[in-house]
């Protein structure tokens, strides 16, 4: 049973630039969350998808957008990078009907020079 | 605004002796309660909840305990191994309306040997 995945593990963007951010969550999952986790942070929550709508944002900018697609998977997209964009992103699955334990994945670490 | 504080950065503990790591939070509206742990270059993974009509939860070596009146948990680990070493998170979240995830900054435990 595959886990939650995340692809690219390691990216490097300059400033102004646009990255993508992917997803596929737990078998038989069907909620996707992102987090953002700034150095000696704690997760932040930056929005969560569900029948492949957006229910829930945090505190970020519309810069940050994502989407999510029948098949369950998921993407999040952050446009015009700044420094402070870096960060390891998580992905969290879960079956809130069910459980309310979040599954992540081993996240993508972006780092903006 | 930090909802969920874990106030202790880090922690010692000798192998064989208890873990004691603690989290405040400040919204009494949060009625359940997870563990996370986090080895380096991986996602968190659950460790233990507990509901908010609880006070205590147990799963082998990891008791959760929870007071309300205090807002106050703590995840005691005995005995403490080796392979324990690694940053706790605890996380809080609201089941009714949002299923936003607040997650504490994290207590980087080590077991020394």
């Known amino acids: 049973d595959a886990g939650v995945t995340q692809s690219p593990t390691h990216l490097i963007k300059t400033r102004g630039q646009q990255v993508t951010l992917r997803c596929s969550p737990k078998s038989g999952h069907d909620t996707v969350s992102w987090y953002q986790q700034a150095l000696g942070q704690g997760p932040q929550f930056i929005f969560q998808y569900y029948e492949e709508e957006e229910r829930q944002r945090g505190n970020f900018p519309d810069r940050f957008s994502g989407h999510q697609f029948p098949n369950y998977s998921s993407e999040l997209n952050v446009n015009a990078l700044l420094l402070g964009d870096s960060a390891l992103y998580l992905c969290?699955?879960?079956?809130?009907?069910?459980?309310?334990?979040?599954?992540f994945g081993e996240g993508s670490r972006l780092t903006v020079l | 605004d930090q909802q969920v504080k874990q106030n202790s950065p880090s922690l010692s503990v000798q192998e064989g002796r208890i873990s004691i790591l603690n989290c405040d939070y400040t919204?009494?509206?949060?009625?359940?309660f997870l563990w996370y742990k986090k080895y380096p270059a991986e996602g968190p993974t659950f460790l233990i909840s507990?509901?908010?009509?609880?006070d205590k939860n147990e799963d082998g070596r990891f008791t959760v305990f929870l007071n309300k009146s205090a807002k106050h948990l703590s995840l005691h680990i005995v005995p403490s191994q080796p392979g324990d070493s690694a940053v706790y998170f605890c996380a809080a979240l609201l089941t009714s309306g949002t299923y936003k995830y607040i997650f504490g900054t994290g207590t980087r435990l080590k077991v020394l040997a």
């Open positions: 507990i509901s908010s009509i609880k």
């Open positions: 919204n009494s509206m949060f009625d359940y």
């Open positions: 969290a699955s879960s079956q809130l009907a069910v459980r309310r334990e979040l599954f």
